[in-house]
């Protein structure tokens, strides 16, 4: 308080006894101090009355709204006679109602309304933990939980949504262990037997106390209520009235005084944080609803999720790395495939998730909604000079350009590297605006203007992205890596190691005080120090994967040292880490032992390359590509085809500098999926007797 900050330190006392404007703002201060500091409104909160509300309340209204606002707050307003209700506008609804539009473009009608409730693949969906968003069962502690209860039933679902908040979640070990077998069923007393069945003898909702109140000791529903309430807000004078009640209650059905005071304490230990079922059962039908959709639906799943979440980019990168995980191809954006919003396509192997133009950042979904709109009036882009001469050009601007080439949006119309068309923008948008003006004076129709007569856009020919400049950019237009991450560049330096992802590291158990370790491999984004409550100085990092964003704790100096020497650099490391987990923790936390740049790294590990060398034209241009490469110690060996059939592997050397970034350009030439780069395995030792 002011009072106590007056009293503590002598320079703000002094300040106000020499300065008279200090002394007024001080005296004024105090004044407010403990006041409200603004009027807030519930988001959802509505209440209804007998009569006008004047007439029962002080109203106010917010400048900035059109309703007025009762003075009174949540607790009094029932009191002056008022009803409370809270509507609740949940984003999960218009999910599911857009995946039933995606699905009815396909010809399939569904109604969730009529789903089974025993539907073999949902179980199976939850028991593995695949909730990635599934309405509230999709953070990585409730993934863990399902895992570890494994529901079976719809009652099994409104359980967990109840259970896994703090206080009751304590209550899921046991809860798992007596579902599944592992532990004896127990109930606090036999009449209870049949209430508490569903919940394997625990309590778990209010509605269950209530009921418990009525079974032990004769309470009506309105008593019942009361009891609840009383236990929610622990007032010893009233639960003292309560206890006395509750044991004269259970008197009547012969349960002894001290066994009826023990009842009531166990129900009491629930009553405080139990919920209410009714709330649950609602939250767990969307739950079991948005779970139908991905166990059997699940490129639509994700497209009408994603939908709703483009303007959360960590959030879409989760959704595409669980997509690669559930085996959903997603495919990237194209400015002749993709429309504002996340759509499905049809394909040989099945349906697959369309990247949505308006999730790219900056771009903007009124301009991206405008641009699907003309390719669908007038046939798709047949290049670069035919977008311009069609777009808007008050509708785009160089930012956007530059995000939809960084993206990769215009690689089907245009075979120049992606940096060149990035570099470009300004001239597109020169055409734009002079086609624009062209078609609006009516010079258009004069001369008979169309996009084959368009002078070609000129793109600055020694504009390229290294491997790491192209991911670099995706990431700029995406939020996230999307097609890969810096560390894949050496995944086969990764493989030889074992490396792990965050994402997998996450779904370990580890038991509260216990330790794990793990090796991973990342790209140092940012450190920063930090100082402990003893005094001890420690490094927070700032990391990344393909499986996305995490912190670790490094509180040795060496590896904190070559960690903000990589930071500054953007580089890559080999970490060893050790995992631990704090109970209510969703991920482990990490620790770094040990850090080593994937450079050094690599220098220290002999690679082999493989080339499938699909015709002579591109062996020449290879050949170009490696000719500057030697003076390591790398295998490099070609596969080339012969006129008899089959392949001639040729040895080219065992000298060259190898690394991810060669391997990408030489597949750029040879084709997606010809060259294999990994460590070279150890000559075999054979013993000669």
């Known amino acids: 308080t002011l009072e106590r900050a007056l009293n503590e330190v002598p320079q703000l006392r002094m300040m106000r006894d020499e300065d ?38 002080p109203l106010y ?54 789903l089974p409730w025993d539907d073999p693949a949902v179980y199976e969906l939850l028991q593995r933990g695949d909730a990635v968003g599934i309405f509230q069962l999709e953070s990585e502690g409730m993934r863990r939980t399902l895992a570890g209860v494994r529901p079976t039933s719809f009652g099994d679902i409104i359980a967990l949504v109840a259970l896994y908040r703090p206080g009751p979640m304590d209550n899921i070990p046991m809860f798992g262990d007596r579902k599944n077998g592992r532990a004896e069923l127990a109930y606090p007393h036999p009449l209870l037997e049949e209430l508490l069945r569903e919940t394997y003898g625990i309590f778990v909702y209010q509605e269950q106390v209530m009921q418990a109140a009525q079974l032990l000791a004769g309470y009506s529903l309105g008593e019942a209520d009361l009891l609840r309430r009383a236990m929610g807000k622990k007032i010893k004078s009233e639960m003292d009235a309560q206890r006395a009640r509750f044991v004269e209650g259970c008197g009547r059905n012969a349960i002894p005084a001290a066994k009826a005071s023990e ?60 997509m690669r995980r559930g085996g959903v191809e997603c495919l990237p954006p194209d400015i ?32 991206m909604e405008a641009l699907a709109e003309e390719r669908e009036r007038a046939g798709p882009f047949q290049s670069l000079e035919d977008f311009a001469t069609r777009i808007d050009p008050r509708l785009l601007n160089r930012r956007q350009l530059e995000s939809l080439a960084g993206a990769g949006a215009f690689d089907s119309i245009s075979t120049a590297d992606r940096a060149a068309v990035f570099a470009a923008s300004e001239t597109i948008l020169a055409h734009a605006a002079s086609a624009h003006e062209q078609r609006t004076s009516g010079q258009a129709g ?45 995944r086969h330096l990764l493989a030889a190691h074992k490396v792990r992802t965050f994402a997998d590291l996450a779904e370990i158990r580890i038991a509260d005080g216990e330790r794990a370790g793990a090796t991973m491999a990342a790209l140092a984004e940012g450190v920063r120090w930090r100082v402990s409550a003893r005094g001890r100085r420690y490094m927070v990092a700032a ?15 060496e590896p904190a040292n070559a960690l903000e020497a990589a930071a500054k650099a953007g580089a890559c490391g080999l970490l060893t880490v050790e995992l631990d987990r704090r109970s209510g923790d969703d991920a482990p936390r990490v620790t770094v032992k040990r850090f080593q740049p994937l450079d050094a790294l690599a220098k220290q590990t002999r690679l082999q390359m493989t080339v499938r060398i699909p015709g002579a034209q591109s062996a020449v241009r ?68």
């Open 622 to 689: 290879v050949a170009r590509e490696v000719a500057g490469c030697r003076g390591g110690n790398g295998l490099l060996r070609f596969l080339v085809p012969i006129s008899l059939g089959g392949e001639a592997v040729v040895v080219v050397g065992r000298d060259y500098a190898l690394d991810g970034e060669l391997a990408a350009r030489i597949e750029r030439i040879t084709g997606e999926g010809s060259v294999d780069l990994s460590a070279q395995e150890p000559p075999k030792l054979a013993l000669v007797g």
């Open 446 to 490: 004069l001369f008979g203007l169309n996009s084959a007569e368009v002078a070609p856009i000129r793109l600055p020919r020694d504009a390229t992205w290294t491997l790491a400049g192209r991911m670099t950019a995706e990431r700029e237009a995406f939020g996230f890596y999307f097609s890969a991450h810096p560390v894949d560049a050496a």
């Open 336 to 367: 002749n495939a993709s429309h504002a919003y996340f759509t499905v396509e049809n394909g040989p192997q099945g349906n697959s998730v369309r990247y949505a133009l308006g999730a790219l950042k900056g771009v903007g979904e009124k301009a």
């Open 263 to 322: 009842l009531f304490d166990t129900i009491d230990k629930f009553a405080g944080y139990g919920f209410n079922k009714s709330h649950a059962a609602g939250y767990a039908l969307i739950a079991y609803q948005t779970a139908w959709l991905k166990a059997h639906h699940r490129a639509e799943f994700y497209a009408a999720s994603m939908s709703f979440d483009m303007a959360l980019t960590d959030k879409l990168g989760v959704f595409v790395e669980d």
């Open 61 to 114: 209204r917010d400048p900035r709204s059109d309703m007025p606002v009762t003075q009174f707050d949540m607790k009094y307003v029932e009191a002056a006679g008022l009803v409370k209700f809270d509507f609740l506008g949940l984003k999960t609804l218009s999910v599911l109602k857009e995946g039933q539009r995606l699905l009815a473009e396909q010809g399939i009608e569904i109604d969730f309304e009529t």
């Open 543 to 557: 990391l990344s994967d393909r499986s996305g964003q995490f912190e670790a704790t490094v509180f040795d100096e």
């Open 20 to 57: 008279e404007t200090v002394a007024e703002l001080l005296a004024i201060g105090q004044k407010l101090e403990g006041l409200y500091r603004h009027a807030s409104t519930h988001a959802a909160g509505m209440v209804i009355g007998d009569r006008p509300l004047d007439e029962l309340v």
